[in-house]
């Protein structure tokens, strides 16, 4: 009997599309999951006359497949996959790779890919994006791990993985242990900004200038001609078309109370974690947690009953102003992003390839967007960039920016409109482009209170100085101290 390339354990509907995708692009592929009738279903269903294996024990997966053996563990993040491996390791040989293919937080991954070689097998964690249809016809891949296991994976990984226009795989090895669910985290944390944006960019059209669904969804089509061209900005613009059978907007039903899963908020404490201002990814994650208080919220309205004034101005330029300002931030998104992973590389000693992680994004991702080729060439330009703000071409691009992004932003300050991730991102610029920051005060403050001490102008850095600011404090000072 004939055995498989690869299995695939979990047939929900990521690892279901996963194993059509194997099994469409010429491989074999043994599935099993925890409820056997799953599993019958699919081989009966979908899957039936096509070259897949069906099993229903762990031990019968093992013994489907080719050496070394490659198992993609499609389960939820957490202890279930810890759970999955110790069922699993009694039953493999040394080289025999495990592939979690979840959401998995990176020091899980770190841990597990440590465990896994300390037995001799080998360890991938690999970030999937792109959702149900990106499993099935192309998503971007972007495994870590065990770096002997990625010659055996590699032909199956970049033969289902989404392409650019010419031909390059949205799939490359990222580096050891967490390192590819670490990159997963942070695509998850830009994904959460871009959301934001888009939805305080439709904020502004629907309540400031008292647009239509009707005619956002033709501003959104628009902008996906341009520079925002990009999955997220195409999807909008289908969702304010869609209608209820009465004819109304499927959009103005849903109701204002977002949800999440938690890898915003570790790409945060990540980032706290590090000391990178993660301002406006940080920013979005909070959005949704505002939303979440939607009682709350309805109260509040009705004691403050704001009253957004009406439009005066010349609607088709600001729109264009907006625009602006959503590509001016969604720089930031990306600028805070890259500086977050340069800070992990330098902590766990990754070489990550930023040029490539651009082109793993460019397809098949939900925030694949033509822009992340300008990225790839900045990278490329220069491998040490350390902030996409000091690239040539993105601060040309900023500075053609930045009068709608502070007129947009000035605007919906005065008519009461939030602006949490706009404000936040040109927040963010104004700070990084600012060559003298009150921090000088802050650290006197901290000298004075708890002398904590500081750095002088007029002294070589890294000399610390303390000052009796009150005459009888003393001169004792803190022998700690974080810049």
Not at 181 to 199: A, R, W
Not at 329 to 355: D, F, H, P, T, V
Not at 445 to 469: I, K, L, S, V
Request: proline share 4%.
């Amino acid at each position: 009997m004939k055995k498989a390339d690869i299995g695939v354990i979990g047939l929900a509907v990521m690892g279901e599309n996963l194993a059509m995708n194997m099994e469409s692009k010429g491989f074999t592929v043994a599935v099993y999951n925890r409820t056997a009738e799953k599993v019958d279903a699919f081989i009966n269903g979908r899957a039936a006359g096509k070259n897949f294996i069906g099993t229903h024990t762990p031990e019968e997966l093992v013994a489907a497949l080719e050496k070394p053996r490659k198992i993609f563990m499609m389960v939820k993040a957490g202890a279930a996959v810890d759970a999955l491996i110790a069922t699993l390791t009694p039953l493999l040989e040394e080289g025999d790779i495990l592939i979690d293919g979840g959401n998995s937080h990176f020091p899980d991954t770190m841990r597990r890919t440590a465990e896994a070689e300390s037995k001799g097998l080998l360890y991938v964690g690999t970030g999937v994006s792109g959702g149900e249809e990106g499993a099935l016809k192309g998503p971007s891949l972007m495994p870590g791990g065990s770096p002997a296991a990625w010659e055996h994976i590699r032909p199956i990984f970049q033969s289902i993985c989404a392409k650019v226009e010419d031909g390059s795989p949205c799939c490359d090895w990222v580096g050891e242990n967490g390192a590819g669910h670490f990159v997963k985290m942070v695509h998850n944390g830009i994904e959460y900004s871009d959301m934001q944006l888009i939805c305080e960019a439709y904020q502004l059209m629907r309540d400031g200038l008292g647009m239509s669904d009707e005619e956002m969804h033709e501003v959104f089509a628009a902008w996906n001609k341009t520079e925002l061209d990009s999955y997220l900005i195409e999807i909008t613009a289908d969702i304010l078309s869609h209608r209820e059978e009465d004819g109304s907007y499927t959009v103005d039903h849903i109701l204002d109370r977002a949800g999440q899963k938690g890898t915003g908020k570790w790409t945060s404490i990540s980032a706290l974690d590090a000391g990178i201002p993660l301002t406006l990814i940080s920013e979005a994650v909070f959005s949704r947690c505002l939303s979440a208080q939607k009682d709350e919220r309805v109260k509040a309205a009705a004691l403050y009953g704001r009253k957004i004034p009406a439009f005066e101005g010349d609607k088709a330029a600001f729109v264009e102003s907006i625009r602006k300002a959503l590509y001016a931030s969604k720089i930031i998104s990306y600028a805070q992003g890259y500086a977050l992973m340069r800070a992990a590389a330098k902590e766990y000693g990754w070489n990550l390839n930023y040029g490539g992680i651009a082109l793993m994004w460019r397809g098949g991702c939900i925030i694949r967007s033509v822009f992340l080729g300008k990225i790839k060439e900045a990278f490329d330009k220069n491998p040490e960039l350390d902030n996409l703000l000091n690239d040539s071409y993105f601060s040309g691009v900023m500075q053609q920016l930045l009068p709608a992004w502070r007129e947009v932003v000035a605007c919906a300050v005065k008519a009461g409109i939030p602006m949490p991730a706009f404000s936040s991102a040109l927040s963010y610029f104004d700070g990084y482009t600012c060559a003298s920051l009150p921090a000088n005060l802050l650290q006197a403050q901290r000298d004075y209170f708890g002398a904590h001490t500081y750095e002088r102008t007029d002294a070589p850095r890294g000399e610390m100085f303390h000052t009796n600011w009150t005459g009888h404090g003393g001169n004792t000072a803190s022998s700690s101290y974080n810049a």
